[in-house]
């Protein structure tokens, strides 16, 4: 920390009695929120600085929302999606909630881009700072680590397409691509241990280093303390300083007073969508990311066959480098922008790169009418399903009423048929239905055994669709098959 002269102290009036003034004398609170307060900023207090805490904000929203979200959610592929229907379309405020939390992930990667574009323009990263600028770089990691793997957590079409495609592209890395692949799955298939690893990753793993990283970050920036203008020796501090409290205060907290209305209003008439659960059995659904995933989804896209390790790994290996050593690189004093031309043509470079990225895949997306329309089909889906009111899980009182049902010693028969056919596979065991099939209870109110054994003969598009297999058995054994389905109750 940086010695402060007299004019700089005592902004705050110390209070030596009453409870705060016991708290004081026991813990050092007083003087602990006086060193934090009283932060010299060279050249004075600026917008440009308000970022650090904008993140800081956002972070704390999200562990609030999220803590309320895993209050209902269950992390399971049998009760992930419904648990998530049961946020937005039962709980109130639900949706509000899930929205925050969902749209400060977007806000997160935004304010964090900005946070970096502001260092690193300001040379804010020089003078005895690399450990400072490390640490931001892995917490930039790791906030789209959480961003990648909360978007599975809901289940839905959206969420278990895009995880799909991301764990393909992570086997694409080569030798140890189909390992690291397997061990995020849980497996080769995605299904409930891919929502254990990536919940527990999500809520625990993650937020520990984050946690971790963040003290260390700041803990960092005032030990370096504060960079100031860009004219400004970032070693040695000349200009007049002011300090944190009240100005800087004030101005970070207007980027609160932003974020809180911005996302508020958002998510007030933008609610984020659910759509229909996963079915993994679709074959035509058109996987797209999170938008800020979007320019490495098409960069991906660029790179095949041998030459899929230069896209894969070497330059993206050369690029985070390049910037994990960026420090270490750069070791001129020169912060202003207009003097480093070479800083700030990378900069140009990879802005304009990520942006043109991420424009040419919605541009390929509206200009190819099959992948247009699919995407709209999707979409349309999602809103259907939003509209849709909640429906609560098949409770295991259902279950016991089906099995009793099987008194009947034909629908015993087809029982064991149901399972050796493997209908079980999509319509769930009982007939209670899985993410790839409806349930088949109750379905005796919807057809008669011989409009049943009609649909067997000749399935609808939605069963050719969902990858339901032609019903072939000799008549005895279909007989049993539509007696079974029939006492799905
Ligand atoms: C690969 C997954 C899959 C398998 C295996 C499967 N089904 Fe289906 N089934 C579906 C899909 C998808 C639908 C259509 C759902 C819809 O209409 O939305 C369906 C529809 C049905 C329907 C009509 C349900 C309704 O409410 O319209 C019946 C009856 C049915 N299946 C019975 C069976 C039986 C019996 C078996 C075993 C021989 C079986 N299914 C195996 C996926 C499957």
């Not at 098409?298 to 993206?316: D, N, T």
């Not at 202003?336 to 895949?361: E, I, N």
Request: neutral net charge; hydrophobic residues 45%; aromatic residues 12%.
């Amino acid at each position: 920390m940086h010695s402060t002269d007299k004019s700089e102290v005592g902004t705050l009036p110390q209070r030596d009695s009453g409870l705060w003034g016991w708290l004081n004398r026991r813990t050092g609170l007083d003087d602990l929120l006086r060193s934090a307060l009283d932060e010299p900023i060279p050249g004075g207090a600026r917008f440009a600085y308000i970022f650090g805490s904008g993140l800081l904000f956002i972070f704390l929203s999200q562990i609030i929302t999220g803590i309320f979200l895993a209050l209902y959610y269950v992390p399971s592929a049998d009760h992930a999606h419904t648990t998530v229907a049961y946020i937005t379309k039962a709980v109130t405020a639900g949706s509000f909630l899930r929205s925050l939390h969902a749209y400060g992930a977007s806000a997160m990667v935004v304010v964090l881009f900005l946070h970096l574009s502001q260092t690193y323009i300001y040379g804010a990263y020089k003078g005895r700072r690399e450990l400072l600028w490390l640490s931001g770089c892995v917490l930039f990691g790791l906030v789209l680590a959480m961003a990648f793997t909360g978007y599975l957590l809901p289940w839905d079409q959206r969420a278990y397409f895009a995880t799909a495609v991301g764990t393909n592209a992570v086997s694409e890395l080569p030798w140890i691509g189909e390992s690291i692949k397997r061990l995020m799955r849980g497996g080769t298939e995605m299904g409930t241990l891919t929502i254990s690893r990536f919940f527990v990753a999500h809520v625990f793993l993650i937020p520990a280093f984050i946690f971790a990283l963040v003290a260390s970050h700041i803990f960092l920036f005032r030990k370096a303390g504060a960079a100031g203008p860009v004219n400004e020796d970032p070693y040695h501090p000349k200009q007049k300083s002011e300090l944190f409290y009240p100005r800087q205060v004030l101005m970070d907290l207007s980027l609160t007073a932003l974020l809180i209305t911005g996302l508020g209003l958002l998510c007030f008439f933008v609610p984020m969508q659910l759509g229909p659960p996963a079915n993994p059995a679709d074959a035509q659904y058109v996987p797209r990311p999170e938008w800020y995933y979007l320019p490495i989804f098409q960069w991906l896209k660029y790179w095949h066959g041998s030459a899929a390790i230069v896209g894969v790994l070497v330059i993206p290996t050369l690029l985070v480098l390049a910037i994990l050593a960026l420090p270490f690189l750069d070791k001129s004093v020169e912060r202003r922008p207009w003097k480093r031309p070479a800083a700030m043509g990378a900069y140009v470079f990879v802005l304009f790169s990520l942006v043109g990225l991420g424009l040419r895949s919605q541009y390929l997306d509206r200009h190819d009418s099959g992948v247009a329309q699919q995407l709209a089909k999707q979409r349309a889906e999602e809103d259907e399903y939003a509209r849709k009111p909640f429906e609560p899980e098949l409770s295991s009182a259902s279950l016991v009423a089906a099995n009793v049902a099987l008194a009947d010693p034909l629908a015993a028969k087809g029982k064991t048929i149901f399972e050796g056919q493997s209908c079980n596979a999509c319509h769930g065991d009982n007939g209670l239905g899985t993410a790839a099939a409806p349930p088949l209870v109750g379905i005796k109110a919807k057809f008669s055994p011989d409009q049943v054994a009609e649909l067997f003969k000749h399935p609808t598009a939605k069963m050719n669709a969902g990858g339901m297999p032609p019903i072939d058995l000799p008549p005895d054994d279909l007989k049993a098959l539509i007696a079974y389905v029939e006492s799905l109750k």
